[in-house]
């Protein structure tokens, strides 16, 4: 069976946007790897306009989405085993553990939250799993839903092609990617390193490990200091040191 995303959302003409597009959109269109659906919870609304939104309880600004329109959104989505996700950016972040978790699994039930959020009932009664993208606000929750979704979907088996491709990726082994060059060798006067010309696989694979480490321990302090723990937790080697990271 492939996998199946069902998309809870205001707005289903945000999809399938650039979920239908390249390898990912093909595995869905041509070659049934994976399956998309959107329900629009506007449509299960007993307000004749459409509504869905409600004030906070409490007070204060902006409205809040009505759990039982959304309810009834959702009874109408055969589940099978799926889990919920609430796109939220009060949730608990995505990461790659997650995603591949998922992508493991029979597929997504997303819900898009809009305005000021949920109403919590809903959530916590059905049982989903608030999933922020990014320490930031958007206006919606389509967006982190394309994020998520893609991300699951890449790890399809078939999906991108070759397997290999996936594997020296950014958090697969708790490190970032290390830098991609191409053609033409010299651009704008910067060379592409010469131990990537060099044919020497061993100076290549070191020269891209030193890289990954260089890369994660600037940018990701908080990544970095756990795959030290790792590290020494499996009694693994040393990172490589600053010498070996020379071009």
Not at 214 to 237: S, V
Request: hydrophobic share 40%.
């Amino acid at each position: 069976m492939s996998f199946a995303v069902t998309v809870l959302t205001m707005f289903p003409e945000a999809f399938p946007g650039p979920l239908g597009v390249s390898l990912i959109g093909t595995a869905w269109r041509e070659t049934g790897l994976w399956r998309l659906e959107t329900v629009d919870i506007r449509s299960f609304s007993k307000d004749k306009r459409g509504f869905l939104d409600d004030t906070p309880a409490g007070g204060g600004p902006g409205q809040v989405m009505r759990a039982d329109v959304i309810a009834s959104a959702l009874d109408s989505v055969e589940r099978r085993e799926r889990p919920l996700l609430c796109m939220s950016a009060r949730g608990r972040p995505l990461t790659q553990a997650r995603v591949r978790e998922w992508s493991r699994g029979s597929g997504l039930v997303v819900l898009c939250g809009r305005f000021e959020g949920v109403d919590q009932r809903l959530l916590d009664g059905r049982g989903f799993e608030e999933v922020s993208v990014g320490d930031a606000v958007i206006a919606g929750g389509e967006a982190a839903a394309l994020v998520t979704i893609e991300a699951c979907v890449r790890l399809l088996p078939g999906v991108l092609g070759q397997a290999e491709s996936l594997r020296d990726e950014s958090f697969e082994d708790g490190l970032l990617e290390h830098p991609q060059f191409t053609r033409p060798r010299t651009f704008e006067g910067q060379d592409i390193p010469e131990v990537l010309l060099s044919g020497h696989h061993a100076q290549v694979a070191k020269w891209r490990q030193a890289r990954r480490e260089a890369t994660t321990r600037e940018r990701r302090p908080d990544l970095w200091a756990a795959y030290l723990a790792n590290q020494q937790a499996k009694g693994a080697r040393k990172p490589v040191g600053d010498d070996d990271e020379r071009d």
